[in-house]
Structures are given as structure tokens and as C-alpha cells.
């Protein structure tokens, strides 16, 4: 395993859990030795106006969008992020770190298929991050055409069969099939988990559990870029949780603390650092794109000059909720 992705893993402090319903989030910690980089967000640039999203072309290209980042510092896009506006909405791909005063073109996917028409000129974010089991889905597909092929392909009619999922459990209405539209209708259920995961100090990152089992990781180098992550984070996991709950998944009795959520991620990350098979991928933009590959989970790394900027971790195979309740923390 690349030794900047190792050293960073191992540096991970863990908070206390923070568990509503059928959802716990693990804050995540790192030292103040480690090198963090320097970059601004999406959310961020857009904001201050030196960021702008267009399609690539007046006629547009569902895959692909243009990315202007007039920022003195370069521009880190999230894997799943959502951008709203001009023909159609996307999402990102994969994670990429885009170099300051640059221009970009940048591998997306549609996640609104009912629409080929400008809304605007430019891109605007939507404040969300594609619901993390489609996510994690996107990326397998996205892993299985890196490695066959070399390109960032996620697959645009499977993902928008994960988005018609969403409308068909939710019982929502889209003109567009929208997937921002499946999280409007449920904006004042998602509120609940937005107001209540609140954001510590310091926080880089989430380890997160559905049901009391382990679901997944993110977190970003940067305090400052969390915290314009964070928000987008917790939705995208709410959602999931919402839905496990109309379909009669949810399992709200758990005994969550602290060591316990420790151990096990301590444990989760010590097995996925010796079991990994490491694949190295050169992204758009800057740094390395490490993929990493167990029986039970996967993982990217965008690391760049010694910087681990994103790492994502997911669960591939999870035992069935409808039929397995436990009070511990699984895997």
C-alpha cells in the first residue's frame, strides 16, 4: 500500500458516536503533524465566484463538463457531488483535485434524465451528494471500466436505474427523474439528521453505520473542506436511512460508544491495510488515484504531493438487515 495512504490510516483519531434512529456517525480526527495541503471546495468557489461549470459545449455531452477554476490554489471535487443547471443535472465521478487557474474538462454522469434544455449558463451546487448506496454502486461499475479500460466511466442508464430506485421507494414525483428531487421531498425528514450530526471541531471526516452495521468512510484532508462537506455527507446517508425505515429495515436499538466504534475501526482499517490489492490510476488534474480492492471492501485515495486529499471506503457485501439484528457494531 502506497506509504502516504498507510501513514494517514493509521493516523485516524476517532470521536464519540453520534447515533439517531437507525443512523450513527463516527467523527474523524487527523494530527496536526500530518501535512494537509491547500485547496478550496466546490461549494466554496462557487460561492466566491471563482469557480465556473459549464457544458462543454454549446450542444453539451451528457459525460463530460467543463470545469474554470480561477482560484490561487487548486480545486477539490468530491467524488458523487451533485452540480445543478445548464441541460441537465450531473454528478462527478470520481474525486479530482483540478490545478489553480486552470481549465478542465471532467468525467460526469447525468443524474436527470428527463432533461436536455438549459436551465442556466452555469453550473450551480445543488448541496448534495449522491445517496451513498448508488454511490458506492457508481464506483464499482466506475472501478470495473478503469481497470478493464482505463476511463472514468460510471455507466449513465445504471445510474439512473440506481436514481428511478430512489423515486420508486420513495413514492416521489419527477418530472426529470431528478435525483435532487427524491431529497426535496424528503427535505424536512433529512433535516432531522442535518440538525442533528453537528460538526465538531477540527472534524475531517465520517465513519458511518445503517443499522448497526459498518457502512463506510470519507474524509478529506482540510478541517475547512470538511465542513463544507459535512452537511452533504450526512444526507446522503439520511436518505438511506429513511428508506430502510419505509421498508421496515430499520433497527434502532443499538448500544453505541466510544471504544467500541474505536476498536472496530481500528481493527476495519489495520485488516484493510494489510489485505488491500492497490491499483494506481493517473485522474484529471492533479495527484494519483489509488484504488484498493478486499472481499468484503473498496476504497480510493486521491493523494497528491504527500497528501492524502479524499479517502473513501465502503462495504461491498453487508449482511442482510431484514433478516440479521445485533446491538454491536458489524461489519
Known amino acids: 500500500m502506497n506509504q502516504t495512504v498507510n501513514q494517514t490510516l493509521h493516523a485516524l483519531r476517532y470521536g464519540t458516536p453520534q447515533v439517531l434512529k437507525n443512523l450513527a ?21 462557487i460561492a ?26 487548486p480545486l477539490l471535487l ?22 489553480a487557474k486552470s481549465k478542465t474538462p471532467i468525467p460526469v454522469s447525468c443524474t436527470e434524465r428527463g432533461r436536455w434544455s438549459y436551465k442556466s449558463a452555469f453550473f450551480d451546487d445543488s448541496d448534495v451528494i449522491m445517496s451513498s448506496k448508488a454511490r458506492h454502486a457508481k464506483s464499482e461499475r466506475l472501478v470495473r471500466n478503469l481497470v478493464h479500460s482505463g476511463n472514468y466511466n460510471a455507466e449513465q442508464r445504471e445510474v439512473w436505474n440506481d436514481i428511478e430506485e430512489y423515486h420508486f421507494v420513495l413514492n416521489t414525483n419527477s418530472d426529470s427523474r431528478a435525483l435532487r428531487d427524491a431529497f426535496e421531498a424528503y427535505q424536512y ?14 472534524q475531517v471526516g465520517v465513519a458511518a453505520f445503517l443499522n448497526g452495521h459498518f457502512v463506510g468512510i470519507d474524509f478529506v484532508s482540510l478541517a475547512s473542506a470538511y465542513e463544507t462537506l459535512h452537511g452533504k ?20 436499538d443499538f448500544a453505541y460508544n466510544a471504544d467500541q466504534a474505536a476498536e472496530l475501526l481500528h481493527k476495519f482499517t489495520t485488516l484493510f491495510v494489510e489485505a488491500a490489492e492497490e491499483k494506481q490510476f493517473t485522474p484529471v ?34 449482511q442482510d438487515q431484514r433478516s440479521e439484528r445485533t446491538q454491536r457494531f458489524s461489519f
Open 233 to 252: 455527507l450526512v444526507k446522503s446517508y439520511a436518505i438511506e436511512a429513511i428508506i430502510d425505515e419505509k421498508r421496515g429495515w430499520a433497527n434502532n
Open 78 to 99: 468530491m467524488d458523487g457531488e451533485e452540480l445543478i443547471g445548464a441541460k441537465q443535472n450531473r454528478i462527478v465521478n470520481t474525486s479530482l483535485l483540478l490545478p
Open 189 to 202: 425528514n433529512i433535516d432531522h439528521f442535518t440538525k442533528y450530526f453537528q460538526l465538531y471541531p477540527e
Open 25 to 45: 456517525f463516527v467523527p474523524l480526527f487527523l494530527p496536526d503533524s500530518l501535512e494537509r495541503g491547500s485547496y478550496i471546495t466546490l461549494k466554496e468557489g
Open 285 to 318: 488534474g492533479q495527484g494519483t488515484d489509488y484504488r484498493y480492492f478486499t472481499p468484503i471492501a473498496q476504497a480510493s485515495a486521491l493523494e497528491n504531493e504527500g497528501v492524502v486529499v479524499h479517502f473513501s471506503s465502503y462495504i461491498r457485501k453487508q
Open 48 to 73: 466566491k465566484q471563482l469557480v465556473k461549470v459549464t457544458e462543454i459545449s454549446e450542444s453539451g455531452s451528457v459525460p463530460t463538463l467543463m470545469v474554470l477554476n480561477e482560484a490561487e490554489m
